[in-house]
């Protein structure tokens, strides 16, 4: 593993004070940059956009507590990348198995709305993420909305705007050069598009378990082949 996240970063002087902020409210709370969770040598990583307050802010683990979680994890278990579909506290022996979960922004922005500055800022880490994801010889990345969509590519050295996002898009970032792609040389990485799976998006319908199942079927059956194939 090469050297990246740091629970003790306040790069960005907005959320490290909101940060304070909270933990003075609720001294209970992690409200700390939050670690990424899962297996280590996962075959798919799932990106987030950051924190909730009530949630990972909470918790210390992403998309665990708060509403967001409930189809997550729901999901990986029906699919076998989880032992269980609760994600209620860190204390739940959740387990993951051949996933790994992490979001754009580690820490907690005011109105979950992180600035352009802070996911720039953060997405550091992430690179330093993707990169042992692909060292480990992880083939798929899962990014919950637009944002998060935008930091992989960017993580990567690859332009967004080639790569338009899409809820159920699928784009090949197979690498011909290694300047063209951070640390693909070569390596096949498929990099799948969903709507996030907020209280939002799924109380209005605009992303339903179907859809989002759809698109872990489409892992699923990608991650097989690739597995019988030996790649």
Known sequence: ????????????ERLATFLDEVKARYPDYHARPVPAFGDEAARLLIIGLAPGMHGA?????PFTGDFAGILLYRTLYKFGF??????ACV????QLMQCRITNA?????????????????CNRYLAVEIADFIEGRGTALLALGAIAHQAALTALGLKPGAYPFGHGAVHSLLSSSPDSAKGLNNR?????????CSRYNTQTRRLTPDM???????????LNSHQKTGD
Request: charged share 25%; proline share 5%.
């Open 1 to 12: 593993m090469q050297s990246g996240f740091s629970a003790d970063c306040r790069q960005c």
């Open 105 to 121: 922004v580690k820490c907690l922005p005011p109105e979950n709305k992180p600035e352009s500055g802070e996911i720039r800022q």
């Open 57 to 61: 802010n909470r918790t210390g683990r």
């Open 91 to 94: 204390g739940d022996n959740l």
């Open 188 to 196: 096949s990485l498929t990099l799948y598009d969903s709507y996030h």
């Open 82 to 87: 989880a032992n269980h579909e609760g994600s």
């Open 212 to 222: 989002f199942e759809q698109v872990f079927e489409r892992i699923c059956a990608d």
